[in-house]
């Protein structure tokens, strides 16, 4: 059913931690989102990880983020047939960037995980400013979803 997430027996409801998260803040219609009147249904975001790391490419913090999604027509087997406006970063200051336009090309990956079930992965790179709290991510129609940087 649209809106749950299923592992093996068990499902729950998506992942809406955008909701109340800062970056959303003035992103009122993505934290709207609901499953069951959403029209079209977009990709559901399964998780967002940041972690942080440095790089001679950043002189602040490089985030690194990977985002899973569970299969969706929308989905391409490759970030080239990525259509534009589809998926979405969203910084600690609200801004979005379609994730096409990162300075940086993601990585896109099909897997299959144990429990059978086909998510899309996609790795980004992008700089932020010291003291960053989180990473925003949602899909055109999907869920908003925010993840803690450690």
Partial sequence: ???????????????????????????????????????PQGPITAWVRAASRSSAACPEVDLRVNVALNEHPQLPMNFAQ?????????????GVTDVRALPRTPTWA???GPDQV????????????AGVRFAGFFAQNGNPVCGLIP
């Fill in 82 to 94: 990525l259509p534009a406006g589809l998926l979405h970063f969203v910084a600690a200051d609200g």
């Fill in 118 to 129: 086909v998510r899309m992965s996609l790795e980004f790179e992008v700089c932020v400013a």
């Fill in 1 to 39: 059913m649209y809106g749950l997430v299923c592992e093996f027996a068990e499902c729950n409801e998506v992942d809406v931690s955008g909701i109340g998260c800062a970056n959303f803040a003035a992103l009122g219609q993505v934290t709207a989102w609901n499953p069951a009147t959403v029209s």
């Fill in 110 to 112: 099909r897997t299959t």
